[in-house]
């Protein structure tokens, strides 16, 4: 089976925020215990979505400062983005507005963004929060809300640790790149038509 096209998926957002483990998790069902930021090859490897077969190509960036200047030349033929931001970071959740998304609609405008919170296994884990005392949890709610400020056609939470709705999220990127949503046509209110005699 051979695939019917090629769609490259880039993952963006804050350093930390669990990018690299998503890939991993998702790439080979295992996930890192350590801490190694951004290493992660480029993946490539066909997958079968509603009955369609594409080759996915998985695309890193680190989000680390340092990088800014670098990390857009990855952004150059992307299909879909996944911006990732922590379920226990209020900082990387405020930070998709302020800083990815004028990052993305500069370099990358009008390539469809897929909203996923990472880190879904230690909002509800009272431990982490005894032991990181200025740690918040952003709700499923206020994650709606962000993706509705951006635009985003959809918005997925996923925990790379249990895997729980990591598949979920590249499905998603796959669908909203072949499943764009339709665009709504804007009526021009108040213009008449114009008749030439």
């Known amino acids: 089976m051979s695939a019917s096209r090629f769609i490259k998926c880039v993952t963006v957002g804050d350093g930390a925020v669990g990018k690299t483990c998503m890939l991993i998790s998702y790439t080979s069902n295992t996930f890192p215990s350590d801490y190694v930021p951004t290493v992660f090859d480029n993946f490539s490897a066909n997958v079968v979505v509603d009955g369609s077969t594409v080759n996915l190509g998985l695309w890193d960036t680190a989000g680390q400062e340092d990088y800014n200047r670098l990390r857009p030349l990855s952004y150059r033929g992307a299909d879909v983005f996944l911006l990732a931001f922590s379920l226990i970071s209020r900082a990387s959740y405020e930070n998709v507005a302020k800083k990815w998304i004028p990052e993305l609609r500069h370099y990358a405008p009008g ?65 909203g790149v072949l499943q764009p949503p339709k665009q709504k046509k804007k009526k021009r209110k108040g213009q008449k038509a114009c008749s030439i005699l």
């Open 111 to 175: 390539v469809p963004i897929i909203l996923v919170g990472t880190k879904l296994d230690l909002r509800d884990d009272k431990q982490f929060f005894q032991d990181h005392p200025g740690a918040v949890p952003i709700t499923t709610a206020q994650g709606e809300e962000l993706r509705k400020l951006i635009s985003a056609p959809v918005y997925i939470e996923c925990s790379s640790k249990t895997q729980q709705n990591v598949k979920a999220v590249f499905d998603a990127a796959i669908k």
